[in-house]
């Protein structure tokens, strides 16, 4: 498959989802609805590998890969109400769901090994990977190396014993004519739908692919932050601006709801914190940084505590970092009296960037540490505030780059496998960062090092990082005895 570029709300605003992992809980739904489409009349029994030590193996409890994959087979989204209760709901469904941790080699930390067995006696093998995000690979079929991410309408032989290996992509549903001509070659063959909002390219064709190509295209048509993501975002997903417009309207809205509905008060059982942003706004004879930083922690809070109850937020880059951009924008928003128009234009200066780090980067935690989410949404909600603030295209670049050079080398260290300590206050930390750095970026400040490098940079130094500081709920805070006690009494709560 020829290599996709990111989309905006494909890789870097979305999904729209319930769980505290994109990488877990949002991915496995998307897994699990590609094999939801394996599924065949009668009963099945599905077997998930993951390896011993590995990131999943940890954590595929505590950040809900079992709900969302459960979900996803039931064909269900990921923002349904009902993921929270998939695994009850299997039995009804003829489907037996089982997990098991092997050993062997490590090759990737969220690699996801299944065997679907259909009660007509067809049996598919397959290997998926969570790539960050919720992004997903198929990287193996019926024990055939490929490489497909979801965003194509497919049609795969299930038997290539016969004939050459053939896969056929399509950016559209296969007719009834193409069918009938797959099926002379293999009357086994598979068909799958795409499980992304956007689709891929058969002949991917963007308008740019780098900062410097952006700034040059951006001088000679006159495109600040804003344009030019609608630029890219259109070439990308083939849709007229409104449609795009309205799909970020939508990610607004999930945004401030989740807002709101933290502030009113969240309540589940299986996390360590209760509800803590109503404990900011509480404190008015304390409180020392006016009132947009106040808003700031009370937004993060509330969002966070939103994502820790399986509420539905957007992963933005990540649901662990799913505080960072609306908790700030939504607070300096509010502060400047900016209208909705002004706040969606902002929030696509915010994909922008997110942009050129899913092309020099990742958002996986698994892969390069905390900075690889709170630390891109810091920069993404660091330009997404100068845009906002009147700040040109150098200016919004500025201000993402100062951001992302103050969390290089930011761990990840869930303690309990939960996605909130140290998490929560990361966003919050990322948030306050994010405004700082906006304001040195429109005042002025010399960035010293531009943004492609500093992506660049960032990228090294996550990758660096020991596997125990990744997202495994090792080292770190995770590794304390307070947080191990933590484990323990959640792991009685619900038994």
Known sequence: MAK???????????????????????????????????????KAKVDFYF????????????????????????????????????????PAADLELNFHIVSGEITHPNSYQVR???????????????????MIELVEFQERVISEDGGFHLALPDNAADFDWLI??????????????????????????????????????????????????????????????MLYESRRSGLPPSALLEKMDYILTVMEEAVNMGLAGTDFSDRILGPQAQKILANTQTFVGGEVLRNIIANTSAVMEVKSSLGVIVAAPTAGACGVIPGSLLAVGKAVNANRDAII?????????????????????????????????????????????????????AAASLALQ??????????????EVPCLGKNILAGN?????????????DTVIPLEETIKAMDE???????????????????????????????????
Not at 116 to 134: A, I, K, V
Not at 168 to 186: H, Q, Y
Not at 195 to 202: D, E, K, N, R
């Open 168 to 229: 056929v992509r399509s950016e559209k549903p296969f007719t009834d004519e193409e069918k009938a001509e797959f099926e002379l070659k293999s009357s086994d063959t598979v068909y799958f739908s795409p499980v992304l909002p956007i689709g891929s390219q058969l002949k991917p064709a963007v308008p740019f692919t780098s900062i410097p190509e952006l700034k040059e295209l951006a001088h000679d048509k006159g495109l600040n932050a804003y344009r030019a993501a």
């Open 406 to 419: 103050n969390i290089i080398g930011l761990v990840c260290d869930p303690v309990a496998g939960r996605v």
């Open 433 to 445: 960062n994010a405004l700082s750095c906006a304001n040195m970026a429109i005042s002025g400040f």
């Open 51 to 90: 390896r011993q030590g590995s990131s999943i193996a940890r954590t595929y409890h505590t950040q809900q890969s079992d709900l969302g994959l459960a979900a996803g087979l039931l064909g269900l989204e990921a923002d349904d109400e009902r993921l929270l209760s998939a695994l009850d709901l299997l």
């Open 345 to 397: 234009e902002a929030l696509f200066a915010a994909g922008l960037i997110g942009l050129f780090i899913a092309m020099g980067s990742t958002f996986s935690a698994e892969l390069a540490g905390c900075q690889a989410e709170c630390g891109s949404a810091s920069g993404m909600a660091a330009g997404a505030i100068a845009h906002l603030r009147g700040g040109n295209l150098e200016t919004v670049l």
């Open 461 to 495: 130094a996550g990758r660096m990082l020991p596997a125990a500081l990744r997202c495994t709920a090792i080292g770190g805070l995770a590794g304390t005895g307070t947080s191990q006690q933590i484990q323990q009494m959640l792991t009685e709560k619900q038994n």
């Open 4 to 42: 996709q570029y990111p989309s905006i709300f494909n890789d870097v605003l979305g999904p729209v989802m319930r769980g505290s992992s994109s990488s877990h809980t949002a991915a496995s739904v998307r897994i699990g609805q590609m094999l939801f489409q394996l599924r065949r009349p009668g």
């Open 116 to 134: 679907l067995l259909n009660e007509d006696g067809s049996q598919y093998m397959l290997t998926f990977l969570s790539t960050g995000g919720g």
